[in-house]
């Protein structure tokens, strides 16, 4: 029976400043991967990698904008460079873009928020796959949301892009089966950290209701009756891009306390 270990795999983690990116990163490198960083602020995503070194693991900070197709390009070809291979992809990457009523929400928000959740998502799939060929098939896992599945009030376009990454998983894993390549998406739920912060004090904003008001809201639609965590999903991710789960493809997969999709 295989077991979990990332070891010899080789694997880019998009959005790897901090948060869940972070989290992966250090992850990934403890179950045995070299991990490639990628993130456009230069000050978080090389300390994402000091810590992973630190740590024992391998690790390569590369600072991009995966939304661009130019440092797609360059942050494939430094990975495989620098380790001799290209085997894991992460799509973790994405701006969850503004909180406001769609009338409000402009055509640049919906722009940004799709180019950083969507068009980042693909990108990354595009340029990685020659790769993973290269090297006998592979895994990639986008990181997508339960709004992605359900949706959320006020947030079109976060929504709206997570769905989208739910759809190019189930076309992907059709497309890059026959090349021993499988294809997952993670859709958490609420996720403690600074981000879920912000979204809950836009909604208390917009719905006009106190934060802590708005907090509950979030815990209570999980029958566990709390958020999830960052190693929650790194956990998951783990699974999905080991040995263990090769037969696993084109799935999405909840982590979200139990919470209903719909």
């Known amino acids: ?32 991967a070299s991990v490639v960083c990628a993130a456009r602020s230069k000050d978080l995503v090389e300390e994402t990698a000091r810590l992973v070194t630190a740590a024992g693991g391998r690790a390569l900070a590369v600072t991009c904008d995966v939304s661009h197709e130019d440092d797609v390009r360059r942050l ?23 909180t406001k009523p769609v009338q409000d929400y402009t055509l640049d928000d919906w722009r940004y928020t799709l180019d950083s959740c969507l068009t980042s998502s693909y990108l990354c799939i595009r340029f990685a796959v020659p790769a993973m060929i290269q090297a006998g098939g592979g895994a990639i896992v986008n990181i997508s949301s339960v709004a992605g599945r359900r949706g959320l009030a006020y947030r079109i376009g976060y929504c709206s892009a997570k769905a989208g990454q739910v759809g190019m998983t189930y076309g992907m894993a059709l497309e890059l089966g026959p090349h021993n390549i499988t294809v997952n998406a993670i859709a958490p739920g609420a996720v403690e950290g600074d981000r879920i912060d912000r979204v809950i004090a836009g909604q208390a904003e917009v719905r006009k209701i106190p934060v802590a008001a708005a907090r509950e809201a979030f815990v209570a639609r999980s029958p566990l009756k709390r958020m999830v965590t960052a190693e929650d999903i790194a956990a998951a991710a783990v699974f999905l891009c080991s040995d263990l789960a090769r037969n696993i493809s084109g799935q999405c997969l909840p982590v979200n306390a139990g919470e209903p999709a719909s």
Do not use: H, W, Y
Request: proline share 4%.
């Open 1 to 32: 029976m295989p077991n979990q270990s990332l070891q010899g795999k080789v694997a880019i983690v998009t959005g790897a400043s901090k948060g869940i990116g972070r989290v992966l990163s250090q992850v990934f490198a403890r179950e045995g």
């Open 76 to 98: 494939v070809e430094a990975a495989v460079k620098a380790f001799g291979a290209l085997t894991t992809l992460v799509n973790n990457a994405g701006d969850g873009g503004p």
